[in-house]
């Protein structure tokens, strides 16, 4: 299990931030673009394939039983999400401009994260198969339900139109993750015994998407339209668009009176956006000059959600070690 330190400064995201850097100083421009553009369009592709070929399907029949848990991470991905997004939209047009409030909108309309919201609740003693399974189910349903949320929210403030929308996302997506499920019988033991390469294939494709999408960003402006505090305001956003989540997602599975094992399952899984399925469909949704900054507010968030998360599962891992020396002391006696 990853430490601390690891969680909250891995690999991904030193290369994240280098790919930014990279792009800010060095961005592809014209032929090279285009060139840029059709081998990102391919790594979409490749990324959910590979999405779809990982995803066990006896994981999430297994957990569809949990139906409450997962009717509750569902409101809160795609219900309260966005509601909280509107509701912050006012103060973020003011504190930070149009273009990266339009980003932050767009994050509360994404899918809950897969792999670190598994994480983070197997290292909080959380329920994992139902973690699985919600996580799974989020990102699949994102996939469709995305779109739409896009094209209520955003498409009088420039956002793509949801009958395009769709369409371009189930073709650049949905049928590569389609394709993914049906040859995961013949690859998908091979894709288990390659992990660490399978997993240098999806950062990858992610790390192109960013570097493409913010090429194209700064060719058209991009740090010229953001300031050092508008950044530092975003964060701020960030930080509390996270906070209302974590605190909403605890009182609700507390008020409906779920065990502690999947109150830490609401909280981990319904409080998170996911990078790795955000950025390629910004990639689909919006114009290649909008995409770096739309994606901004979500690599941001990203961060800080693996930052806070890691230390609140730490801190339940303590105490249900606590309760369970308590058990144990009280049985003995």
């Known amino acids: 299990m990853k430490s601390n330190l690891a969680l909250l400064f891995d690999r991904f995201t030193i290369a994240l931030v280098a790919t930014v850097v990279i792009a800010s100083v060095l961005p592809c421009r014209g032929d090279a673009a285009a060139l840029f553009r059709l081998v990102t369009a391919g790594a979409i592709a490749l990324l959910f394939f590979l999405h779809g070929a990982r995803l066990s399907r006896e994981a999430v029949v297994a957990g569809i039983t949990h139906w409450r848990l997962h009717l509750v991470v569902f409101a809160c991905t795609f219900g309260l999400f966005p509601l909280l997004g509107v509701a912050l939209l006012p103060l973020a047009r003011a504190t930070v401009g149009d273009a990266l409030a ?15 919201s598994i994480a983070f609740t197997s290292i909080a003693r959380g329920n994992v198969p139902a973690a699985v399974c919600s996580a799974s189910f989020s990102s699949l349903v994102g996939i469709v339900l995305t779109p739409l ?30 394709a993914g499920q049906v040859a995961r019988r013949w690859i998908g033991a091979a894709l288990a015994r390659h992990a660490t390469i399978v997993g240098l294939v999806d950062r990858g494709s992610i790390l192109l998407v960013v570097y493409t999408a913010f090429s194209a960003a700064v060719v058209a402006g991009l740090w010229r339209q953001v300031s050092a505090g508008a950044l530092a305001a ?13 605190v909403a997602t605890a009182q609700i599975g507390r008020r409906l009176r779920f065990a502690r094992a999947d109150r830490i399952t609401i909280v981990f899984c319904g409080s998170k956006k996911s990078l790795a399925t ?51 002391e009280a049985a003995a006696d």
């Open 149 to 178: 949320l896009v094209g209520a929210l955003l498409h009088a403030r420039g956002g793509a139109a949801p009958v395009t929308a769709i369409r371009d996302i189930t073709l650049q997506l949905f049928v590569p993750f389609v």
């Open 234 to 246: 975003l964060l701020l956003l960030c930080g509390l668009l996270l906070a209302i989540a974590l």
């Open 102 to 116: 339009l980003g932050l909108l767009f994050l509360c309309t994404l899918p809950s994260t897969v792999q670190s």
């Open 278 to 328: 955000g950025v390629p469909m910004a990639n689909v949704l919006f114009a290649s000059s909008a995409v770096g900054t739309i994606v901004l507010p979500l690599m941001l968030f990203h961060q800080v959600q693996l930052m806070v998360c890691a230390v609140l599962a730490q801190r339940w891992a303590r105490g249900a070690d606590a309760a369970a020396d308590t058990v144990t």
